[in-house]
């Protein structure tokens, strides 16, 4: 499990993603778009293919006329016994 957030910068908005490693691969998804999904072989190509998903996802929504969500969801990383 891989978590990361981001927020609006210059123009530009970022958002949480949470990547996850499966049996064969890595997937990933963003918490505050929903249904923006993406898988990859690798770390780093999941990596790409959620940024190109959530600019898919985003154009989708712009060409739909609907509002884009504002990045709202919060990372932290807890310590717990193992």
Aim: hydrophobic share 45%; net charge negative.
């Amino acid at each position: 499990f891989q978590a990361g957030r981001l927020e609006e910068v210059g123009g530009s908005m970022r958002y949480a993603i949470v990547i996850e490693r499966t049996d064969n691969n890595y997937s990933a998804y963003v918490p505050d778009l929903p249904g923006c999904v993406a898988a990859g072989a690798t770390l780093a190509e999941t990596e790409v293919a959620i940024r190109e998903a959530i600019a898919f996802h985003i154009e989708g929504m712009h060409e739909d006329g609907l509002p884009i969500p504002v990045a709202s969801s919060q990372v932290e990383y807890i310590e717990v016994a193992a």
